[in-house]
């Protein structure tokens, strides 16, 4: 199924302190990574920023918010208009362990839904999953509404929920949507242990 991936990057990193989508990475920026990975399972790759020439990636659009400051939800929202496909992975920017087999999982069983989440040990992970056209209105009504939380419009469609067993059989889901909020977070990521027992430093180029 020819699908297309949404990157939502118009966040401010307040609890970084730096933009996390520049931030690098087993020598990538973070955003870098994101479209790298994700150009490996979909046909079509946006963007949703603040900005529309930020990071100038070949092949990649860059949207603005159609409603600034309502959070991820507008992300998601202003990436679904853009899109080409029905279906579209939207991820964070700020996953770096996120890996392309997961979204591809997602993007095979979503037909016949218009969300597709994991849910691991009853934590949702909205801002990993596959959203459809079908969602655009229903985010538009809850915006509309100053509703900004991401799952408050999941009752009006019809949502998969992926659990751990599932997603264990990518990867481990701590790694999968390992995300990073503040400069512990990245710290922790530069100096991951490998299964080895071994420290990783993530930081040489
Ligand atoms: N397009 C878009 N993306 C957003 C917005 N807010 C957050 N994001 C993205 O959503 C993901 C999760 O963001 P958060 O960590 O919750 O928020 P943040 O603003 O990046 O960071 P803090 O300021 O520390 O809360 C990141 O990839 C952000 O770039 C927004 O208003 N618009």
Redesign the pocket.
């Known amino acids: 199924m020819e699908a297309s991936g949404i990157i939502?990057?118009?966040?401010?990193?307040?609890?970084?302190g730096t933009d996390?989508?520049l931030m690098v990475y087993e020598r990538q920026t973070l955003i870098e990574r994101t479209v790298n990975e994700l150009r490996k399972v979909v046909n079509e790759i946006v963007i949703?920023?603040n900005n529309t020439s930020k990071y100038s990636i070949p092949g990649v659009v860059e949207v603005p918010?159609l409603y600034p400051?309502?959070?991820?939800l507008?992300?998601i929202h202003?990436g679904l208009k853009r899109v080409k496909h029905q279906y579209a992975f939207v991820i964070?920017?700020?996953m770096p362990l996120f890996k392309a087999e997961l979204a591809k999982y997602l993007l095979e069983i979503c037909p016949g839904y218009d969300v597709v989440v994991p849910q691991i040990d009853g934590y949702g992970e909205p801002?990993c999953a596959v959203y459809s056209k079908g969602c655009i209105e229903p985010i538009e009504n809850c915006l509309k509404a100053g509703l900004r939380t991401v799952i408050m419009f999941y009752p009006q469609v019809r949502v998969l929920t992926v659990g751990r067993d599932e997603i264990e059989r990518i990867g481990n889901p701590e790694e999968l949507f390992y995300n990073l909020?503040t400069p512990e977070d990245y710290w922790s990521l530069m100096m991951r242990q490998n299964t080895d027992g071994s420290l990783e430093d993530n930081r040489k180029c």
Do not use: I
């Open positions: 939502l990057a118009g966040g401010c990193s307040s609890r970084m996390k989508s949703a920023s918010d400051g309502m959070g991820p507008a992300g202003a964070g920017c700020d801002l909020n």
